[in-house]
């Protein structure tokens, strides 16, 4: 099966919640897509369709970077950690790869919540990616 048609549901519905400058291709038996998502919610459902096609995203054959186009208002969080500066990751969870970090007790803007273990943040300097809730707290 060709990637393409293994991942329809989730180009289709990249296009479809309005993705700007999308870009699917198939390259080496990886596809790779990129765009901006109009809104924090609509790359969380996109990886929740991803995560419905290829559980626990083992395959490896799909590189999704897909970022939200544009600051969304929301909530400050602080990054709670101990000591040490907590990752953010491409995706919601820990097999994904780690974009950037964020310092001990910097305050990072919520984008949105992908569920109850894992925030979209963004922090000041644009990194913009998953991080593990436990390590954020809200604050006015």
């Known amino acids: ?73 929301g909530a400050r969080a602080k990054v709670t950690t101990e000591k040490s500066n907590l990752n953010i990751r491409k995706g919601p969870g820990t097999d994904q790869p780690i974009v950037g970090k964020a310092a001990h007790n910097e305050t990072v803007t919520l984008v949105s919540k992908a569920n109850d273990q894992w925030w979209l943040i963004r922090t000041d300097a644009g990194e913009e990616g998953y991080s593990y809730a436990q390590y954020l707290t809200v604050v006015e």
Do not use: C, H
């Open 1 to 73: 099966m060709a990637l393409q048609d293994k991942y329809k549901q989730l180009v289709d519905t990249a296009t479809a919640s309005g993705v700007a400058n999308l870009q699917v291709r198939e390259q080496d038996g990886v596809l790779y897509i990129d765009g901006e998502a109009p809104s924090g919610s609509v790359k969380d459902q996109l990886w929740d369709i991803y995560g419905k096609i290829d559980p626990n995203f083992l395959s490896g054959d799909v590189v999704m970077n897909i970022n939200v186009a544009s600051a969304v208002a």
